[in-house]
């Protein structure tokens, strides 16, 4: 089967300057794909480079076999493309449900009350939340408001920037079993982590980025296991 999304060759950046360079990454139907690196390396300019928020100097991105470099974030919603941007934007007047229906807006679901009883059973947490403005919210229950946002477009692909940057340890560990638990669904996921190491221990495969380049790209228990990428990217020792 072809990948749900295939990277190849792309050069792309801001204003006409080149951040990534010659990337390529796959990512077939239901893995959770990992991009880990150190800081500035251009991880977070491949996630917005696939939902068009970059310049594209050359390279191609297919998705469904369709190539999308070129085409407007809009238009990738419906197809089946969401992101959920490490800004954690939600609007904090609104209540839990209204931010919910934002979702909804650039891909109207088939059914909306059946999408969001499926988002609600990912996040009960919501449910009794659902008319109190999102304001009220601590931090890791508006980061599930993002995502859940990002679920009732219906996505195949659900890119994620940092999910649990700013998060308390105990909301960390849940967002990780939630993206475990968003994936079970059916959906696949390629997200950049800082918490390299428990974001290898979910991933399928992963991709080391430095310096805008292809760095390294294994299953997540082989890159856990190899010392130099432990040494220079994840803090040295093996886990107990
Ligand atoms: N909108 C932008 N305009 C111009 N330069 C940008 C923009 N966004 C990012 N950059 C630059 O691109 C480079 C790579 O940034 P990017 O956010 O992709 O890296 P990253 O690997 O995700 O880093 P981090 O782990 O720190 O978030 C950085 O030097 C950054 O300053």
Redesign the pocket.
Known sequence: MSPLLAIDGLTA???GLP?IDNINLLVAQKEIIVVI??????????L?SVFALTSILSGSIRFADQEIAGIATQKLVPMGICAVP?TRNIFPSLTVRENLDIGTYAAPPRNRAQVEEGVLTLFPDLKQKLDQPAGELSGGQRQMVTLGRALMSEPKLLLLD?PTAGLSPAYLERIFDLILAIRQTGITILM?E?NARQALSIADRAYV?VN?RNFASDTGANLLANDEIRRSFLGGSRPS
Do not use: M
Request: avoid cysteine; glycine fraction near 28%; charge should be positive.
């Open positions: 950046g801001y204003g951040i690196g150190p800081n500035g390396a251009g991880k977070s300019t491949v917005k490490q940092e950049v800082q980025l805008g």
